[in-house]
């Protein structure tokens, strides 16, 4: 059996480079690692860290095509944070005039949860543990 050590990173790729951009770092608080330029692709990378550990790939290219993302959609349904206080991540989500969808309780462990979008509408959940 293939032996796996853990999550590396989750690649996204955004429709505009400078929205997407402030939204990892303004919003959500990430850590930019590394920014490369690759002129040769029309194309920015972005590596993003969370607490000291790295996450994030953010690409950009030209005219990408567009994907359905919805949280129940076939594919990669969502990225998921987790929060220790869901009110206080809302708060501050709210604070940037961002609107989580409302809370729910994952009816498995009765914790706490709610969705918002990336700018590009990527399912973005947090979990409050």
């Known amino acids: 059996m293939l032996k796996l050590n853990a999550i590396h990173h989750i690649a996204i790729i955004c429709s505009d480079y400078q929205k997407s951009k402030a939204f990892y770092t303004e919003v959500l608080g990430f850590n930019i690692d590394r920014e490369v330029l690759r002129a040769e692709r ?3 990378k972005l590596d993003l860290s969370l607490n000291g550990q790295y996450c994030i790939e953010l690409f950009s ?3 990408p ?3 359905t993302s919805r949280p129940e959609a ?3 349904r969502h990225i998921a944070f987790e929060v220790t206080d869901i009110e206080e991540a809302i708060i501050a989500l709210n604070a940037k005039e961002i609107y989580p969808e409302p809370v729910r309780v994952d009816e498995f462990t009765g914790k ?3 969705f918002f ?3 590009d509408d990527l399912p973005i959940e947090l979990y409050e543990v």
Do not use: I
Request: glycine share 6%; hydrophobic share 30%; charged share 15%.
């Open 112 to 114: 706490r949860f709610t």
């Open 74 to 76: 076939c594919g990669l």
């Open 117 to 119: 979008a990336d700018p």
């Open 42 to 44: 029309q194309s920015y």
């Open 65 to 67: 095509p567009a994907r």
């Open 61 to 63: 290219f030209p005219s």
